[in-house]
């Protein structure tokens, strides 16, 4: 098994009209999320989320913007790295350009979502953290990937209280 390099990007892609491109995830964890990966042996952040966009989503990024991140403490599917369980975050919001050309491997019911959807599936995952749906019922119909709550939250692309953060946070672990 792979041991994990403790670093991973995420990229925010959204069109003209303010929507976010968002997928289930194929692979664990489960969730609704942007483009997202480690950044292994890519060399730079901006390297590796140039990459992920084009392999989970066939898209060409033409600009990329730094717009939050930091340490997390999520578990992936590897072994832990030298820094432990967790990943130190880049998140970036995204031009692109190209024809949507999904991986199948990786991902699944890919879609636009506007704010309203956006916040519907936060409140999905906060209702999965609060044990109002059990894991099968989340896995089934997926709320925002955990890890992805902190993201949207600190840049205000959705609302949730400082307990329901924590409570999700949890989930991450």
Request: include cysteine; hydrophobic fraction near 40%; charge should be negative.
């Amino acid at each position: 098994m792979t041991t994990c390099d403790n670093t991973s990007v995420g990229i925010l892609i959204t069109d003209h009209r303010g929507r976010c491109l968002v997928f289930e995830r194929a692979t664990l964890p489960h969730g609704t999320a942007p483009a997202a990966g480690h950044i292994d042996d890519h060399g730079s952040s901006e390297d590796a989320a140039r990459a992920e966009v084009e392999e989970e989503l066939g898209l060409t990024v033409t600009g990329l913007t730094r717009i939050t991140g930091g340490w997390r403490e999520n578990r992936c599917r590897r072994l832990p790295g030298a820094r432990g369980t967790g990943h130190e975050w880049t998140v970036f919001q995204a031009a692109v350009t190209g024809e949507l050309d999904p991986s199948a491997r990786e991902t699944k019911n890919v879609r636009w979502i506007d704010s309203d959807a956006l916040q519907e599936l936060a409140d999905r995952t906060v209702a999965r953290a609060q044990g109002r749906l059990s894991r099968a019922e989340f896995e089934a119909a997926p709320g925002i990937e955990p890890v992805w709550i902190q993201w949207l939250v600190d840049i205000a692309a959705i609302h949730i209280s400082s307990g329901e953060l924590l409570r999700v946070e949890q989930l991450t672990q």
